[in-house]
Structure formats: structure tokens, C-alpha cells
């Protein structure tokens, strides 16, 4: 069964850094893309950033650009996202999501989330 | 970034009615879309993906169609249970954005 669990969420203030972590289990982790989508309270939806198989391809939203930095530790299946200069807008539940291919594709499994807030 | 633009925000439905949700791109993806369930306090989970192609799971009632830059996701015969929020993703290329939302209520 696949599993990801997230951790590192917190209440910080504006300016502030939080690194988020997730752990896969029961994929050959890998072998897969690896994604961090964030849900603001009460929103839709939102793709933050992707990472490809072998960390080659990196991407993030406009909204994130040079504050956020995703990472991966294939041999310790871990997913990272490093987050400078939080804003309030920031604030959300971050999830992280297993893609379907190694560089890209749709979702097909998601963590629990884990909840960011930005808040003075 | 692809812009993603669901339609309606809300769509209120008879038990047993059709719904049909839209999603449109502000470039073509090709059939690169996906359409995901989100309950409320749960995760999403995906229903749809390369446009038409069900989930595992997933009862036929729910079919996907569309190319390019408009996309259709129906539900022929609406249960209770598939009272949610439905979103739309693009993969075609990173960033993967995702539509606003559409969410489905049962009249």
C-alpha cells in the first residue's frame, strides 16, 4: 500500500522558514515524481512544485519562485520543500503527491497534508 | 502557466440527474488532463485521467471527453455519494495547475 506522510508544519511568522519533509512507502520511490500542492483554507487546489525521478527536472508556480526549493533523498525516500520568506499567503495544508510517470503526470496518490500558517 | 478555468463554481443536481462540469485551458494540453474528487476533510482522490480514461474504481457513470483546450467531465446519474468538489489539472508540462473548483451538490 502506498503511503506518504508529511511533517514540518507550523505556525510562523511573516519572513520566517519552515522546512516540510514527507516519507513514501510502498513504492519504489525512485522510480517517480514527487510533488508538494497546497489547499489555502477554504481554496482550491494549488501546484507548488514538482521534482522528476532522479531530481532533474525541478519546477515551482510563480507564486513560489526563489523562496521555495523541493529536493529529494532517494535513498532515504524522502521528499523535502524548503520555504523562505513565508507570506500569509502561504498559509495552507501542503500535501504531498506521488506523480503517475518519472517527469511528470497526473497524481495518483496524496498524504494527509500538513498544515502551514503565516500568521504575525 | 497554464490558466485552468472550471465552470460553474456551483452545480446543484437532482439525484438520478446528469451534471456536467467544464474545464477550460487558456492554452492546448493536448489530452493531457486529469479530474479529481475532493470530499470534505478528505484528500483528493483522482477520478479521471488522459481525459476519458476512469480511475481504478471509478463507476462509469462518470465519463470524461474533450482535446485541446475544452473539457467536459459528466456524471450521468448523480448519487448522493458523489456530492463533492471536482478539480481539473493539466500535465502537459510543469507547473501541472489546477482548476478552481467545481463543486456538486445534491438538489
Known amino acids: 500500500e502506498v503511503q506518504l506522510v508529511e511533517s514540518g508544519g507550523a505556525s510562523v511568522q511573516p519572513g520566517g522558514s519552515l522546512r516540510l519533509a514527507c516519507v513514501g512507502s510502498?513504492?519504489?520511490?525512485?522510480?517517480?515524481?514527487m510533488y508538494w500542492v497546497r489547499q489555502g483554507p477554504g481554496k482550491g487546489l494549488e501546484w507548488v512544485s514538482g521534482?522528476?525521478?532522479?531530481?532533474?527536472?525541478?519546477a515551482y508556480a510563480d507564486s513560489v519562485k526563489g523562496r521555495f526549493t523541493i529536493s529529494r533523498d532517494n535513498a532515504e525516500n524522502s521528499l523535502y520543500l524548503q520555504m523562505n520568506d513565508l507570506r500569509v499567503e502561504d498559509t495552507a495544508l501542503y500535501y504531498c503527491?506521488?506523480?503517475?510517470?518519472?517527469?511528470?503526470?497526473?497524481?495518483?496518490?496524496w498524504g494527509q497534508g500538513t498544515l502551514v500558517t503565516v500568521s504575525s | 502557466e497554464v490558466v485552468m478555468t472550471q465552470s460553474p463554481a456551483t452545480l446543484s443536481v437532482s439525484p438520478g440527474d446528469r451534471a456536467t462540469l467544464s474545464c477550460r485551458a487558456s492554452?492546448?494540453?493536448?489530452?493531457?488532463l486529469a479530474w479529481y474528487q475532493q470530499k470534505p476533510g478528505q484528500a483528493p482522490s483522482l477520478v479521471m485521467y488522459?481525459?476519458?480514461t476512469r480511475a481504478t474504481g471509478i463507476p462509469d457513470r462518470f465519463s470524461g471527453s474533450g482535446s485541446g483546450t475544452e473539457f467536459t467531465l459528466t456524471i450521468s446519474s448523480l448519487q448522493s455519494e458523489d456530492s463533492a468538489v471536482y478539480y481539473c489539472?493539466?500535465?502537459?508540462?510543469?507547473?501541472?495547475?489546477f482548476g478552481q473548483g467545481t463543486k456538486v451538490e445534491i438538489k
Open positions: 503527491v506521488k506523480a503517475i510517470w518519472g517527469r511528470s503526470g497526473w497524481v495518483d496518490h
Open positions: 521534482i522528476g525521478w532522479k531530481s532533474a527536472g525541478i
Open positions: 492554452q492546448s494540453i493536448s489530452s493531457y
Open positions: 510502498g513504492f519504489r520511490f525512485d522510480n517517480y515524481a
Open positions: 488522459d481525459v476519458s
Open positions: 489539472q493539466h500535465y502537459s508540462f510543469w507547473p501541472g495547475t
